[in-house]
């Protein structure tokens, strides 16, 4: 990846997290909390994958993704206003399971640690 397409990769993600905090008013989005874990632009900077996590319900998380995809166009025509590129890529938004997984990893850890505490008092 180059040094161009990882600066566009956080400016994208910056901005579009403060857009989906200050200005996306769609209530699909605000239910449960939504994070932009990171942005993929393609390598002619045409397409950007947002990746979100999502902690809530499957049923919100599906909503969310598309009340994320039905603000895409809204997203894109704020960031053709604040960024000084000459095209803002096409946003496509991904779920990413990487923090409900590390969660439910935390989660088993401290089963295993609970398990062998119970154990060791009682030899």
Known sequence: MSMRTTRVNELLRA?????????????????????????????????????VSHLGTDEERREALEGLQHSA???HRELVHRLTMRNV???????????ERGARLAELIHQVRAERGEADEGD
């Open 73 to 75: 166009p809204f997203l």
């Open 89 to 99: 890529p096409e946003l496509i938004f991904r779920f990413d399971p990487s923090i």
């Open 15 to 51: 901005e579009l997290a403060e857009l989906l905090l200050r200005e996306v008013k769609d209530p699909r989005v605000g239910r449960g909390l939504v994070t932009i874990t990171e942005v993929q632009v393609s390598p002619d900077l045409r397409r950007a994958v947002v990746y």
